[in-house]
């Protein structure tokens, strides 16, 4: 890989020169031609390959050797306006009209050029107002303007508060947010990822804002073998009101070959306070902080594909009304 990429337009002509040195060998240049029964489909035309043996004079492949001659080098390349990701904490939220739900959002330039005039905006129609602002990552403090936009320097991240002011009442919707800049496109949108599961009702309701935590901290579950287990824990606050609620864990519309079982927790511990089974139903205060730890068995193997391959944990209240969520990636080893 290049220490600096080059930027190329569509249509450009561009050639990739390569020094290799091979002590105690005097075939230093992989080359492919046709031969018989073994390479019959090699091929090559004039102009497409170079040798030299000082690099200052080149002689074509196809003179140098014979008339199907190609050096053996692939050049790679990849869309620059495709270098963002984002990320969104926490997944859900419940609130009552006149109170605003908040979340965090983070974007991060996978790219080598500064990312320009990065903000974030909702695609889903909700009836709410929306608005967001700059933070600093290390305090969550509010930092800039309000719903301005900033640049992202090659490499890095910004943090960000976003709001959702509801204007009336609507049920459970997955809002999908674009995570954008002028010079490149839209983060890919993945549910339970960068989405915000968000509702509005006339009377209080819980609000479980909920935080996942796997063992190696990245927020993946890895399975050992087509048949291992592992766990994981979610931390909850209610910052809505009383209700009976019931977790639950699946893994949405993918059906992967694992079994899932819960359990309420010791917060300290991690411990199980009853034997885990598929959902537990219980009393969640407001301002209340319970834990649950979540049990993954693999019957199979689970390629990692963290869009889609997710454990979400959902937390449904006493009316069946998903009111909090998270969810990790799970992938076999």
Same mark, same amino acid.
Not at 143 to 165: E, H, K, M, R
Not at 196 to 204: E, G
């Given at each position: 890989?290049?220490?600096?990429?080059?930027?190329?337009?569509?249509?450009?002509?561009?050639?990739?020169?390569? #020094?290799?040195?091979?002590?105690?060998?005097?075939?230093?240049?992989?080359?492919?031609?046709?031969?018989?029964?073994?390479?019959?489909?090699?091929?090559?035309?004039?102009?497409?390959?170079?040798?030299?043996?000082?690099?200052?004079?080149?002689?074509?492949?196809?003179?140098?050797?014979?008339? /199907?001659?190609?050096?053996?080098? #692939?050049?790679?390349?990849?869309?620059?306006?495709?270098?963002?990701?984002?990320?969104?904490?926490?997944?859900? &939220?419940?609130?009552?009209?006149?109170?605003?739900?908040?979340?965090?959002?983070?974007?991060?330039?996978?790219?080598?050029?500064?990312?320009?005039?990065?903000?974030?905006?909702?695609?889903?129609?909700?009836?709410?107002?929306? /608005?967001?602002?700059?933070?600093? %990552?290390?305090?969550?403090?509010?930092?800039?303007?309000?719903?301005?936009?900033?640049?992202? *320097?090659?490499?890095?991240?910004?943090?960000? *508060?976003?709001?959702?002011?509801?204007?009336?009442?609507?049920?459970?919707?997955?809002?999908?947010?674009?995570?954008?800049?002028?010079?490149?496109?839209?983060?890919?949108?993945?549910?339970?990822?960068?989405?915000?599961?968000?509702?509005?009702?006339?009377? %209080?309701?819980? +609000?479980?804002?909920?935080?996942?935590?796997?063992?190696?901290?990245?927020?993946?579950?890895?399975?050992?073998?087509?048949?291992?287990?592992?766990?994981?824990?979610?931390?909850?606050?209610?910052?809505?009101?009383? +209700?009976?609620?019931?977790?639950?864990?699946?893994?949405? /519309?993918?059906?992967?070959?694992?079994?899932?079982?819960?359990?309420?927790?010791?917060?300290?511990?991690?411990?199980?306070?009853?034997?885990?089974?598929?959902?537990?139903?219980?009393?969640?205060?407001?301002?209340?902080?319970?834990?649950?730890?979540?049990?993954?068995?693999?019957?199979?193997?689970?390629?990692?594909?963290?869009?889609?391959?997710?454990?979400?944990?959902?937390? &449904?209240?006493?009316?069946?009304?998903? &009111?909090?969520?998270?969810?990790?990636?799970?992938?076999?080893?």
């Amino acid at each position: 890989m290049l220490s600096t990429p080059v930027e190329l337009v569509e249509d450009n002509r561009f050639s990739v020169a390569v #020094k290799l040195t091979t002590p105690g060998w005097p075939y230093p240049i992989p080359i492919e031609h046709t031969v018989v029964g073994y390479s019959s489909a090699a091929g090559a035309f004039p102009g497409e390959s170079f040798i030299s043996s000082d690099g200052g004079s080149w002689m074509d492949a196809t003179t140098a050797w014979d008339y /199907s001659t190609n050096v053996c080098i #692939k050049a790679f390349t990849s869309n620059m306006n495709d270098t963002l990701a984002a990320a969104v904490l926490p997944t859900s &939220r419940s609130v009552q009209i006149g109170n605003t739900a908040t979340a965090f959002g983070t974007i991060i330039n996978a790219g080598s050029a500064t990312a320009t005039d990065c903000g974030i905006a909702p695609l889903t129609s909700v009836q709410a107002d929306f /608005s967001y602002q700059t933070t600093d %990552p290390a305090t969550n403090a509010l930092v800039g303007t309000a719903n301005t936009p900033v640049d992202i *320097v090659p490499g890095g991240f910004q943090s960000y *508060v976003f709001a959702f002011s509801p204007t009336a009442a609507f049920d459970t919707t997955d809002v999908q947010l674009t995570f954008d800049c002028f010079n490149t496109n839209p983060a890919p949108v993945t549910v339970g990822l960068n989405t915000l599961l968000l509702s509005a009702s006339s009377t %209080p309701v819980s +609000d479980i804002v909920a935080l996942s935590a796997t063992p190696t901290g990245d927020g993946i579950v890895d399975l050992p073998g087509s048949s291992g287990a592992n766990a994981f824990a979610v931390a909850t606050v209610n910052v809505g009101s009383q +209700d009976m609620i019931t977790a639950s864990a699946d893994t949405g /519309s993918a059906a992967l070959p694992v079994t899932l079982s819960i359990c309420e927790s010791v917060p300290a511990t991690g411990e199980c306070l009853a034997p885990p089974v598929s959902s537990v139903t219980t009393a969640i205060n407001a301002g209340a902080t319970p834990t649950f730890s979540i049990f993954v068995a693999g019957a199979g193997s689970v390629p990692f594909d963290p869009a889609n391959n997710r454990v979400f944990v959902r937390f &449904r209240d006493s009316g069946d009304i998903t &009111r909090g969520s998270t969810s990790v990636a799970v992938r076999t080893q």
